[in-house]
């Protein structure tokens, strides 16, 4: 029977990963990372899957955002062939990785990148969205970042107003893509003597948010929650844990409020949560008054059977005349109080005639509890299922609405990542395949390596060889239909000395040629390492 995948409660391959060339397992269990003949500059981290009910599995690709590995930046992944299964396995599939799509490392220089996600712009859909920019402790400058689906950056957002640069948090863009919500870490001064800092002024963090206009750059909406929320509601005194600040100073400001999600209402208002008062902020989009609190010392609502705190991406999910329904990623813990013996996503029912806070549906890790005392995530997917990613946990689920986890998966231990999204995709690189050729002598067969960094649309891969550079001389050998990232193919027809790639869609149609290689032959002082298809690598 299939699982209920209705939002009741909320609303009352056949291709297993394509093998690569070679898997580097210097450090196979804190960071383990895909490598590529193709491309040895890359080693993206390996997206490791120990639950997969096929059948139930959400099509779509896989979005994340590693940090603190060698290669931290933009990643997209696949479904490894769920969504080409015909006959779905009756029984879950385990421990098998998924195929990388696109590696974005180095895409925005040596940036920090969060947050990336489908998102359209300026009326169209068919961009991605992430933030990038400088991590100062718990923050950052950055800039909102728009790219097509050539993988090319079209803009950047920025605050208007004289405001301090973006924060790395949260980058929201409205559906249609024309106007965008970016936070804002903005440094001032500030009377903090009663909190002890006294022999001088003050300083601290003023959690504030913008709406702008993405294409003049007009700011539509700007609000700052020192205005609105005393400092005496947070739970974080000065150096009250690692990244809070001691507030002595411009270069350690008080992290007062630590905002870190802000969400639109259908009405205009706007959801702010605040991890360090832990509290959600119905702020009114006309005046910037708090029209309610959920949570933390001055909360307009009572909690039955519900508790969160130290929480992250708080989002709407729908309301009526008296019940607002919102989820959020409840932390438990912000690596100094703790609050919950494990995280994960909640589903809250905020009823307005009340006053109480109730909860819905929580969402826990499948395989053990997991304490994640920073970031994390959750998206309602379109058939109904959830996706939720742990944060500081590397972690990525997907469940049923009902909560039946259908999908596990983890980066290296030494990872972390923000958020985790699933989205549909199609992408066009405006950079062509990547061919690699090798034989053991001149007398060999050739093995013939090709990826095509971030393309969505290949089939298959044919392959134009010939011992001269004569455009008239080159025959074709093939197809080679593509599996994951890094395609393998070889043929028993001999040695030749040049090579090109030609990349095929579904239907035949041709989406781009690699350069003309010259096929590698290792020296006789070489030989003795070498095999039929690569010599041997030193990870």
Same mark, same amino acid.
């Given at each position: ?52 009910? !096929? ?70 859909? $068919? ?66 003597? %009663? ?10 963090? %003023? ?9 003049? $750059? ?44 802000? !969400?639109?209402?259908?009405? $205009? ?70 609050? %919950? ?89 405006? !950079? ?30 044919? &392959? ?41 869609? %579904? ?12 096929? &590698? ?9 070498? $095999? ?8």
């Amino acid at each position: 029977m299939t699982p209920n995948i209705s939002l009741s409660k909320m609303r009352t391959a056949l291709c297993l990963t394509g093998f690569l060339a070679s898997m580097s397992l210097a450090d196979n269990v804190t960071q383990p990372v895909y490598s590529f003949m193709t491309r040895p500059d890359l080693e993206a981290p390996i997206l490791d899957v120990t639950l997969s009910n !096929d059948q139930y599995v959400t099509p779509g690709y896989i979005f994340a955002t590693p940090s603190y590995g060698d290669q931290p930046g933009p990643y997209i992944y696949d479904n490894s062939g769920v969504s080409e299964i015909v006959q779905p396995q009756a029984k879950a599939r385990t421990n098998f990785s998924q195929n990388l799509v696109w590696a974005g490392f180095g895409t925005s220089g040596s940036q920090a990148v969060f947050d990336l996600k489908v998102c359209d712009y300026n009326g169209s859909p $068919g961009y991605l969205c992430y933030t990038g920019g400088v991590s100062i402790g718990g923050y950052g400058r950055a800039a909102a970042i728009v790219m097509d689906n050539t993988y090319r950056i079209v803009t950047s957002i920025k605050p208007g107003l004289g405001r301090t640069g973006a924060d790395l948090h949260e980058f929201n863009m409205q559906p249609g893509g024309k106007t965008a919500i970016i936070s804002i870490y903005e440094t001032i001064q500030y009377d903090l003597s %009663a909190y002890g800092v006294s022999a001088s002024v003050g300083w601290l963090l %003023a959690g504030a948010f913008q709406e702008i206009d993405v294409v003049t $750059g007009a700011v539509i909406f700007d609000w700052n929650g020192v205005n609105h929320v005393d400092p005496s509601e947070s739970y974080v005194l000065p150096n009250g844990n690692g990244i809070a600040g001691d507030g002595k100073s411009p270069s350690s400001p008080w992290d007062v409020y630590h905002l870190n999600s802000i !969400d639109k209402t259908p009405e $205009g208002d706007y959801l702010v949560s605040f991890r360090h008062t832990n509290t959600i902020y119905k702020v009114s989009g006309t005046d910037g008054s708090i029209i309610w609190r959920l949570g933390g010392k001055k909360s307009d609502f009572s909690f039955q059977g519900l508790n969160f705190s130290s929480q992250h991406d708080a989002r709407f999910q729908s309301a009526n005349t008296t019940v607002t329904i919102l989820s959020i990623f409840d932390n438990g813990d912000d690596g100094t109080t703790n609050t %919950a013996p494990q995280s994960g996503a909640l589903i809250i029912a905020a009823n307005n005639d009340t006053h109480t806070a109730t909860l819905v549906q929580a969402y826990y890790a499948p395989e053990g509890e997991l304490d994640s005392a920073s970031q994390g995530n959750f998206q309602v997917l379109p058939n109904g299922n959830v996706f939720e990613g742990f944060g500081s946990n590397p972690n990525v689920a997907e469940f049923t609405n009902a909560g039946t986890a259908v999908w596990y998966a983890n980066l290296g231990k030494a990872l972390q990542n923000y958020r985790w999204y699933k989205f549909n995709w199609t992408a066009a690189p405006i !950079d062509t395949p990547k061919l690699w050729t090798y034989a053991q002598s001149v007398n060999s067969d050739v093995a013939f390596y090709v990826s095509w960094n971030g393309a969505t649309e290949v089939e298959s891969y044919m &392959f134009h060889v010939s011992n001269d550079t004569n455009p008239a001389s080159f025959t074709t050998l093939g197809p080679a239909i593509k599996s994951g990232f890094e395609t393998m193919y070889t043929t028993t027809t001999g040695y030749t000395t040049y090579a090109f790639v030609e990349a095929l869609a %579904a239907d035949g149609k041709s989406l781009g040629n690699s350069s003309t290689v010259e096929t &590698f032959v290792p020296s006789s002082a070489l030989a003795a390492v070498c $095999g039929t298809t690569q010599c041997a690598v030193t990870s």
